[in-house]
């Protein structure tokens, strides 16, 4: 079965330094697609970044990139320069088949930027 | 452009009532799915429906139903109501269409509302 694990229920970081959230997973599909997720306090699920199993390079998307291993099947969200509106939870989350959408995501990680 | 819409925002059921909730995707988004988040659970999948059809489903008890209409709106319903059925339930939907740019197109437009959050009381 596939499952994702993050490590860190809870994570500070300095306003305008980096911080990297940490995400493993597992899964015996060779195609699959790998995202981040940021869900504030509303409730909503924003979508950071998305990674694919066959994807040569690192995902970027701005102040966000991903950092695969895949050998090591870790997904590590690093974010640069962080803001006070980083604070919120962070999700990793697995598209098992790549195909349809069907979800698996991790217990997630709390974010706090310290002014 | 409209994103996704959840009604309602807030509701509040009696033990051994249903519920239904609703969920209208993206304009032309064919792909709904639906997602129960708790705190002891996490985030879990409930079921996902394209052209009106389901097409992955989660290991949920079939009290847990769903369907989707011709427009691709969809609602989920609840039956006979627990307290551990409280939860934040969330919908997707993506512009899913054929092949791998399809595929890959459906993963970078997945998107999600801002929830559903029922409380059993």
């Known amino acids: 079965a596939q499952k994702i694990t993050q490590t860190q229920p809870g994570m500070f970081v300095q306003e305008k330094e980096a911080v990297t959230l940490d995400c493993t997973y597992d899964t015996s599909d060779p195609s699959y697609g790998l995202f981040w997720y940021k869900q504030p306090s509303s409730g909503e699920m924003i979508f950071l970044i998305y990674q694919g199993s066959y994807d040569q390079q690192n995902a970027t998307e701005g102040r966000y990139s991903l950092n695969f291993q895949k050998a090591r099947k870790s997904a590590n969200l690093v974010i640069s320069a962080s803001q006070l509106g980083d604070s919120a939870m962070y999700f990793c989350a697995m598209n098992p088949n790549n195909y349809g959408q069907n979800f698996v995501f991790g217990p997630g990680t709390r974010l706090s930027v310290l002014p | 452009k409209a994103g996704v819409t959840q009604t309602p925002r807030y509701l509040i059921k009696t033990r051994g009532q249903q519920v239904t909730l609703s969920c209208s995707p993206i304009s032309g988004h064919r792909s709904v799915s639906w997602y129960q988040q708790t705190p002891g659970q996490g985030l879990q999948f409930l079921f996902e429906?394209?052209?009106?059809?389901?097409?992955n489903k989660g290991n949920f008890p079939g009290r847990f139903s769903g369907r989707q209409f011709s427009n691709s709106r969809s609602e989920m319903n609840v039956s006979t109501l627990e307290l551990g059925d409280s939860a934040l339930y969330l919908c997707?939907?993506?512009?899913?269409?054929?092949?791998?740019?399809?595929?890959?197109?459906?993963?970078?437009?997945?998107?999600f509302g801002s929830g559903t959050r029922l409380t059993v009381v």
């Open positions: 997707a939907s993506s512009p899913q269409t054929g092949g791998l740019w399809g595929a890959l197109k459906a993963n970078y437009g997945y998107t």
């Open positions: 429906y394209f052209s009106e059809t389901q097409r």
